[in-house]
């Protein structure tokens, strides 16, 4: 069974940092581009960033770009999402999700982690 | 940046009523290779997001064909033959086509 485990979130003081781990099983984590998506509560879905099977392709979201850092450990089937200078506006469920890769463009996102609540607080 | 605008925001049905959401983009989302890249999702009340449908008109495994999508260009539409009560949710449509994907505001659909 495919399986994606948020972990590392938590309560942090503005300026601080954080990092989040995505723990894959049950699928060749390696052959797949990795996704973050944030939630703040009670709002919509947002895009944070993304890192392609073999890191090759990073991007972000402009709000989180230069204070964001996605990588990943295909030995440790792992995605991370470093997140430096919080700010309050990053308070947010992240959930990281796999893509299924559709015309080597962009895809869909199959499967989704729970998610990890990030409260970014004074 | 693609902007997905969905309607309406909330949208109260009768069970076994149809139902039909509507997204619009602000640039096509017909890429040169002939998929569409839009997507639909329902994220259920306490649970993550989940694929309904895909590149337009694909209904994703397991989803029942109660499920819908159609539309072309900038202009998209989800349908639900049927509501049933289990369809209660916040639907989103999502673009991948290009970088930073985006999300439409949401759709919150209701039983009567």
């Known amino acids: 069974e495919v399986q994606l485990l948020e972990s590392g979130g938590g309560l942090v003081q503005p300026g601080r940092s954080l990092r989040l781990s995505c723990a894959a099983s049950?699928?060749?984590?390696?052959?797949?581009?990795m996704h973050w998506v944030r939630q703040s509560p009670g709002k919509g879905l947002e895009w944070v960033g993304f890192?392609?099977?073999?890191?090759?392709?990073?991007d972000y979201v402009d709000s989180v770009r230069g204070r964001f850092t996605i990588s990943r450990d295909n030995a440790k089937n792992s995605l991370y999402l470093q997140m430096n200078d919080l700010r309050p506006e990053d308070t947010a469920v992240y959930y990281c999700?796999?893509?299924?890769?559709?015309?080597?463009?962009?895809?869909?996102?199959?499967?989704w982690g729970q998610g990890t609540l990030v409260t970014v607080s004074s | 940046d693609i902007v997905l605008t969905q309607s309406p925001l909330s949208l109260p049905v009768s069970p076994g009523e149809p139902a039909s959401i509507s997204c619009r983009s602000t640039?096509?989302?017909?890429?040169?290779?002939?998929?569409?890249?839009l997507n639909w999702y329902l994220q259920k009340p306490g649970q993550s997001p989940q694929v309904l449908i895909y590149?337009?008109?694909n209904r994703a495994s397991g989803v029942p064909d109660r499920f819908s999508g159609s539309g072309s260009g900038t202009d998209f539409t989800l349908k639900i033959s049927r509501v049933e009560a289990e369809d209660v949710g916040i639907y989103y449509c999502?673009?991948?086509?290009?970088?930073?994907?985006?999300f439409g505001g949401g759709t919150k659909v209701e039983i009567k």
């Open positions: 890192v392609s099977s073999i890191s090759y392709f990073i």
């Open positions: 049950g699928f060749t984590f390696g052959d797949y581009a």
């Open positions: 999502m673009q991948p086509l290009r970088t930073p994907f985006t």
């Open positions: 590149m337009g008109s």
């Open positions: 640039q096509s989302l017909l890429h040169t290779n002939g998929h569409t890249y």
């Open positions: 999700a796999r893509i299924i890769d559709v015309g080597q463009i962009g895809g869909y996102f199959d499967k």
